[in-house]
Nanobody, 123 residues
């Protein structure tokens, strides 16, 4: 069982930056690939980015490529999402998720989810 807690969301102006954090409670964190997903009001949940077990590989959605950066610290059981050049269309609840399947962009591959953190980007 993996418990995930996100933090770092908030209100930011377009062009600004935020850094999301995800804390995982598991003794085997380095056995899980991690992903970030987001869901905007009235829209389906969408994949944002995933990072491999070791952190050596990443996979970004085209919509965030070049603006967002995922990283992980296995010694601290943490995953981070640095979001730069934010746009109003990035407004959503952001969820951290854990999976034993490496670098999946499919939500159903992730059995463990956090409660989400709200990111709001004003124009």
């Amino acid at each position: 069982q993996v418990q995930l807690v996100e933090s770092g969301g908030g209100l930011v102006q377009a062009g600004g930056s935020l850094r999301l954090s995800c804390a995982a409670s598991t003794r085997t964190f380095n056995r899980y690939a991690m992903g970030w997903f987001r869901q905007a009001p009235g829209k389906e949940r969408e994949f944002v980015v995933a990072i491999s077990w070791s952190g050596a590989r990443t996979f970004y959605a085209d919509s965030v490529k070049g603006r967002f950066t995922i990283s992980r610290d296995n010694a601290k059981n943490m995953v981070y999402l640095q979001m730069n050049s934010l746009k109003p269309e990035d407004t959503a609840i952001y969820y951290c998720a854990a999976s034993e399947i490496n670098l999946s962009s499919t939500g159903s591959s992730y059995p463990y989810w956090g409660q989400g953190t709200q990111v709001t980007v004003s124009s």
